[in-house]
């Protein structure tokens, strides 16, 4: 496995992604990792490199790059300056490097992320039709439009050409249980394969083992079903 950082234009402003590519002769199957609140940290290096070993070229672009600091001079935090049209545009961006990267199999590419980055993964797979497996985790705000668009995520659920598997906490709020009825009936409606998963006593953020609120028993469960999806979309 090796790691590296590289930057791509996007709208003329420079985006950092964190790549990490499988060791051994590609072409390989990739996944966007999409960031939470915290940005491309620790644990979204950790996830792409966990899937690096799994065999995936796994990209985690920096979403904040148009965040100045004068931005946050009101002690507002990064994740509110963010644009759901800037998020489709840094992910078109992200896709076309990875469709022509090297080491890529251009036709397989899946998404997933984690709170902020589950509802960009839900976001992703509807507004960009070369994903093939979208796995959100306890993604919140999918029903809420962003800023400088009056339209949600969940609106434009019928763009989505992929399968999706979703992990929830069973006492997150947001989403909430009835956010995840609401969500699944969606797809239902509109003929898209999914899996749904909810953990008991997990919270939101229950896979970050940087927060009070991770849970093992349900991290441990939700990543090796995350790794069979993604294998049975994505691997030949």
């Known amino acids: 496995m090796a790691a590296s950082w590289e930057t791509i234009k996007v709208d003329g402003s420079d985006m950092r992604m964190y790549v990490s590519i499988p060791d051994g002769a590609g072409p390989f ?47 507002s935090s990064a994740g509110q300056h963010i644009t759901d049209p800037g998020i489709i545009a840094d992910i078109s961006g992200t896709v076309e490097f990875l469709r022509s990267h090297p080491a890529v199999n251009r036709e397989r590419l ?46 434009r659920t019928g763009g989505m050409k992929c399968p999706v598997l979703f992990h929830f906490g069973g006492i997150d709020t947001n989403p909430s249980p009835e956010d995840q009825a609401k969500l699944g009936a969606e797809l239902t409606r509109l003929g898209i394969p999914h899996e749904f998963y909810s953990y008991p006593d ?23 079903r995350t790794l069979e999806f993604f294998a049975a979309h994505l691997k030949e």
């Open 202 to 224: 997990a919270d939101h953020a229950f896979m970050d083992y940087n927060r009070d609120r991770y849970q093992k028993e349900a991290s441990d469960v939700a990543w090796p």
């Open 110 to 155: 899946g998404v997933t992320g984690f709170c902020q980055g589950g509802r960009t993964t839900w976001l992703a797979a509807s507004t960009n039709a070369h994903f093939k497996a979208a796995v959100p985790f306890f993604g919140g705000n999918i029903m809420v439009p962003g800023r400088d668009t009056d339209q949600s995520p969940f609106d």
């Open 29 to 75: 199957p990739a996944v966007l990792v999409s960031q939470h609140g915290p940005g491309v940290n620790e644990f979204i290096q950790d996830i792409a490199n966990k899937l690096a070993k799994e065999g995936y070229v796994a990209c985690a672009p920096e979403l904040y790059h148009r965040v100045t600091e004068e931005m946050l001079t009101d002690g």
